[in-house]
């Protein structure tokens, strides 16, 4: 990633980095229904895929705050003149 990033260009990847954290926990939201229904095989790879998604939505969650803490720098040394 780029340092050179503007204010825009900061919100534009905090923004995008919480629609995919959504994305991740509806999708764990959904192996976690899946894995009530059906095999033991199944129910546990539905578990697994389950995990894998909430710890791409936490690693989503923690790049927005990332980005969005970057944007909120430049407007500040921006208002205070630097």
Do not use: W
């Amino acid at each position: 990633m780029s340092e050179d990033k503007n204010v825009l260009e900061n919100l534009a990847d905090a923004a995008a980095a919480k629609i995919n954290e959504g994305v991740d926990r509806a999708s764990a939201a959904g192996h976690n229904v899946a894995s009530r229904d059906g095999n033991l095989l199944d129910n546990a790879a539905d578990k697994l895929h389950e995990g894998a998604d909430r710890a791409r939505a936490e690693a989503n969650n923690v790049d927005a705050r990332s980005s969005f803490d970057k944007a909120k720098d430049q407007i500040s040394d921006a208002l205070n003149g630097k």
